[in-house]
């Protein structure tokens, strides 16, 4: 009898650890997911936990003031969908103008599309008692730039892949922390070569009002050649209708020799 205890036992421990990662789903037929606070700059592919068929368009406006006499304004337009539970996707498709002090357009760098981006994240644990959400995803940014004397085309210079883990805390829908982080390895084509970095971002954001604004303030980090960069981003979100939410941050470098200052607004519309 204690042999069978025992091999029962073996063979039961690992699915019910297996069961805390990967919860069924209840009798709604709604798989659980907690509510967290997505930051304005480094936004979530998806949210933590999110459902089939939840999807959202974003238009992104920034400004940089950068130190070697540029000014850089950006425009984005970002999508992110989730096709099954848990797994979302996400396409961001960048477009950067350049100016001088004088904010005269300048030839170089060119004002062009930049990169291409897309990202994929999948939650794999989902507490809604603890309040907690863990995810694993990966992003692939691909930089690209016009040929010398040409107008039209692109030239693919660098690619950059980015795996990352994520984790989220709510404590009773008013105060929230999220963590992602993880290598950046970028190979640069011409000349070929290649960069590590490690990127770290921390977030804590407080909800206010029975429309759930939000402020924030987010802190990206990234070491890379022993040195670290941090850019501090105090932020507000606004839900200022249903199924509309604007996001307004600033940027506040330290220890980066090339930037001065930066903002950023992003407007999102979720679709029902």
Known sequence: MKGISLLI????APTAVLAQFFPKKPETGLRPQV???DPVFEDMTTVLGARKGENELNLNFGYNRVRNNHHSLLGQIEYEIAPVDYLGFEIVLPYSLYFSNEMSPVPRPDNQLEFLQWA????FYVNEKKGISMGLGFKNVLEMRSPEGQHSGFKLEEMSL??????GKNWQDTYFFLFSGGPEITRQLRPLETEWAINLNSNFHYAFSEKDHMVGLEINKQIAEGAIGMIFRPQLTLNVWEDIVVGM???IPVGLEEDKWNAFVRLAYEFR
């Open 35 to 37: 509510m967290h606070a």
């Open 9 to 12: 036992f073996l063979l039961a």
């Open 249 to 251: 941050v600033i940027g």
């Open 162 to 167: 980015l795996p990352f883990y994520m984790i």
């Open 120 to 123: 994929s994240q999948y939650t």
